[in-house]
């Protein structure tokens, strides 16, 4: 590849031919990265979920949102119960972050397995013991 080091026409013709080579690279790359965009939505928000923390009345629920690739917007939503709620102060405390994390991850972990495959599922029935 010549870059401006050859600038008689056998040279012109190189830098044309170099060009074009690197162009359909380009091009190429460019497919790549659009593959990438279309599945990077939906896997970040199911191994990087962005969780959101309200309170309803005396308990606490959790809401997450992802875009599969189909476009529809699937919604996790996990729920503490009065008592569990009871245990912490407001919705910044760690403590309960934590714990609706784990929760949320199980649920997702459960509604898309296939994405899991070496992973052990949460027990709903255990939330209490955390």
Known sequence: MFLLTDLTEEGYLQIKKD?????????????????????LPFL???YEPKIIIRKVADRYY???????FNGEKIRIRVQLNNEQSSK????????LKE????????????????????????????????
Do not use: W
């Open 88 to 95: 912490f102060i407001d919705k910044e405390d760690n403590e």
């Open 99 to 130: 714990l609706l994390e784990k929760m949320v991850i199980a649920e997702i972990k459960e509604q898309f397995p296939t994405h899991f495959p070496n992973s052990k599922n949460f027990n709903k029935d255990d939330e209490g013991k955390y």
């Open 44 to 46: 970040s928000a199911i």
């Open 19 to 39: 060009k074009e080579k690197l162009l359909r690279k380009i091009q190429e790359y460019q497919m790549i990265i659009s593959e990438f965009d279309l599945a």
């Open 62 to 68: 959790e809401g997450m949102t992802f875009i599969p």
